[in-house]
């Protein structure tokens, strides 16, 4: 009688191991389904936006070395071009600072080793942001090599310029900056 | 009890210590992807060459001015022309202010006058305020 209570007893215990080795197995599982749920990649910018990033530092610096003098105190390159694109020197003289923009601007832009031919893919879209006599910003279209369809997304590189002498047509000029700006894309 | 089942202790406790190495190191996982994202968040959003752009042609503005400046005529309106300009060019196409204050002879020495020139930069995100004394030779 005593013998067959106490087999009992221990066949219960037993059953109170079996629970706990089911909780752990539930736990266990959460774990693995907190991990398969919660490793998500996040996208971070080092990935998405490594190659704007490049082309808003190739533009930034294309502009700053065109605009830094050549020697102590003289004028920068960028100043000479933006002195004759203002719109009172009249258009002919405008258009060609629009072309000389373009071809010091490109060669820049195409620099290599020569080592390797570079596919040419790199376009831009330069325009000029002034501000009139009644305080408004005005935009002056300027240079570009390609046209942006809306497919390529395009990086927004910018420089303010002193002008001098710098007037709209009809207004009054006057030693001011403008803002030179240029949209750069891969084709 | 059997001794068999002393044993099966064991095997549980291993369970109980791998799953909680599991959790661990899924934390660590977690907080590195949090580690790339931010720092390269704050490099995009630096607006480093603004900054350096605006204070380039603010200095060379007030080099200029400092050097034609004496103190009977008026001549700090070139500077305060190009400011204005720059003030109202960076709010339309950058959402930033701009403000700059030029002071005339603000320190001098026995060899040099300073004009002191203060540059504030702010597109809502960073701010930036910068100090620049300009040298004049007496």
Not at chain 1, 62 to 87: C, F, K, Q, R, W
Not at chain 2, 52 to 57: K, L, M, V
């Amino acid at each position: 009688m005593v013998k067959v209570s106490k087999s009992t007893l221990y066949d219960r215990e037993c059953g109170q191991l079996f629970a706990m080795e089911g909780l752990i197995a539930a736990a266990i599982m959460i774990t693995a389904a907190y991990l398969a749920l919660g490793t998500v990649i996040p996208p971070a910018n080092a990935d998405m936006h490594v190659s704007e990033m490049q082309l808003k530092q190739i533009g930034d610096d294309l502009l700053h070395i065109m605009d830094v003098p050549d020697g102590n105190g003289g004028t920068g390159y960028l100043e000479s071009v933006v002195y004759n694109a203002s719109p009172n020197r009249g258009p002919a003289a405008n258009a060609q600072a629009g072309a000389a923009f373009n071809a010091t601007f490109m060669n820049y832009l195409r620099k290599s080793t020569g080592a390797t031919i570079n596919a040419d893919t790199l376009r831009y879209s330069a325009a000029i942001y002034c501000v009139d006599d009644s305080g408004e910003v005005v935009r002056l279209p300027f240079a570009n090599y390609g046209d942006n369809t809306g497919r390529n997304p395009s990086v927004c590189c910018a420089r303010y310029v002193a002008a001098n002498d710098w007037g709209l047509i009809g207004q009054s000029s006057s030693d001011t900056a403008v803002r030179l700006e240029v949209l750069l894309w891969r084709e | 009890m059997k001794k068999s089942d002393y044993n099966a202790e064991w095997i549980l406790i291993m369970g109980f210590i791998v799953s909680l190495a599991i959790i661990f190191l899924a934390i660590l996982l977690n907080l590195s992807a949090a580690a790339v994202q931010t720092p390269s968040e704050s490099v995009m959003d630096f607006p480093k060459s603004q900054i350096r752009d605006i204070q380039a042609e603010l200095t060379d503005a007030a080099v200029k001015s400092n050097l034609e400046f004496d103190s009977d005529s008026e001549s700090e309106s070139a500077f305060e022309a190009k400011l204005d300009a720059i003030r109202k060019l960076a709010m339309a196409r950058d959402g930033a202010v701009v403000e700059a204050n030029l002071t005339y002879g603000r320190y001098a020495d026995a060899e040099y006058v300073y004009a002191e020139l203060t540059v504030h930069y702010n597109n809502g995100v960073t701010e930036y305020d910068g100090t620049y004394l300009l040298p004049k030779k007496l």
